[in-house]
């Protein structure tokens, strides 16, 4: 793996999907799901060569969200989450934004061709 994919890697140790549960729960409101897929999609988009990072990024977010679901207690609030788990929410959102990513990322990558 190259340094810059090293590199590229790092944004997606924040933990995304968690804060957005975090948000959702703390303060009521829903509107952090949107931003932060859009903010994940734009990632995508500079990622035009590297389809490896976006694949282990997002398992890497995937992971430290799950961590941070347990760090606080979101296992706990499963009844707020309802349909999902606060876990099955988290696979939920990155799932989604996975797909989301890979679709801007391949469009990314013909737009350049």
């Known amino acids: 793996?190259?340094?810059?994919?090293?590199?590229?890697?790092?944004?997606y140790c924040i933990p995304w999907?968690?804060?957005?549960?975090?948000?959702d729960?703390?303060?009521?409101?829903?509107?952090?799901?949107?931003?932060?897929?859009?903010?994940?999609?734009?990632?995508?988009?500079?990622?035009?060569?590297?389809?490896?990072v976006l694949v282990l990024g997002n398992l890497l977010t995937l992971g430290v969200s799950l961590v941070m679901v347990r760090i606080f207690g979101f296992d706990e609030l499963n009844h707020y989450f309802k349909p999902f788990t606060a876990y099955g929410w988290v696979a939920v959102l990155t799932a989604v934004s996975g797909i989301m990513q890979m679709l801007v990322w391949k469009k990314q990558?013909?737009?350049d061709r």
């Open 1 to 11: 793996m190259k340094k810059k994919d090293v590199l590229m890697l790092l944004p």
């Open 17 to 23: 999907i968690f804060l957005t549960l975090y948000g």
């Open 25 to 52: 729960h703390t303060w009521g409101v829903a509107w952090q799901y949107g931003l932060v897929l859009a903010i994940l999609a734009v990632g995508a988009g500079i990622l035009k060569d590297s389809g490896r």
């Open 109 to 111: 990558r013909a737009n």
